[in-house]
């Protein structure tokens, strides 16, 4: 049965009573995934587990809100080989149980790797936002474990709503993650009237 292996985690920590918060989150990350892939309680389905550092979320949200605007322009400016990789990107890109949200890493690569255009801003969008992603200095993602069958293996840590074509949830508006622009963007792409949006 799938659970937290509370004893692995547990007795680490009795023995190392001054573990810091980081080496915890990364213990409990790495002993989670090691006990449900090809361990006794494996289940032979794909595991993602990640430990997240919100103090180093501002300089994600900066590069995503940049990343949004520059999408959402190429896309009203009617890019053809924008569309070609957003359908490539968002057919290929790592899912979840909920279907409407992928990995944030795998969907700006597979969009870099399949854009063939010149659209400097997108590019530059782009690149800024996998080095953001990842800064050893400061990383977003302080563990992360991905096993089981592929494509989970490309899973990164953080996760990004881009719902199926013609797909949106309005009460995504509601939260903190629009101030971004990132809203707007999977607005534009997948072509929702602005009455299936949410008014304050």
């Not at 659209?119 to 996998?130: C, E, I, N, R």
């Not at 949830?169 to 903190?176: F, P, R, V």
Request: glycine share 10%; with cysteine; proline share 4%.
């Amino acid at each position: 049965m799938a659970g937290w292996p509370y004893d692995r985690v547990l007795g680490e920590l009795v023995k190392n009573p001054a573990m810091s918060t980081a080496d915890l989150a990364k213990l409990i990350v790495q002993a989670y995934g090691e006990s449900l892939v090809g361990g006794s309680r494996g289940t032979g389905q794909g595991i993602t587990q990640s430990a997240i550092d919100l103090g180093a979320l501002e300089p994600v949200a900066a590069s995503l809100k940049n990343l949004a605007a520059q999408l959402k322009r190429s896309l009203e400016a009617g890019d053809p080989l924008m569309d070609g990789a957003f359908f490539r990107a968002g057919s290929g890109v790592v899912r979840f149980s909920d279907k409407d949200y992928a990995d944030l890493k795998d969907y700006v690569s597979l969009i870099k790797r399949w854009y063939a255009g010149a659209d400097q801003g997108v590019l530059d969008a782009v690149d800024h936002m996998l080095a953001t992603l990842s800064d050893a200095d400061r990383p977003v993602v302080l563990a992360n474990f991905a096993g089981g069958p592929a494509p989970y293996e490309r899973s990164t840590g953080l996760s990004i709503y881009v719902p199926q074509m013609n797909r949106y949830s309005a009460y995504y508006d509601k939260l903190d993650c629009a101030s971004t622009g990132w809203n707007d963007f999977i607005c534009t792409l997948n072509q929702v009237p602005s009455d299936k949006r949410f008014r304050a």
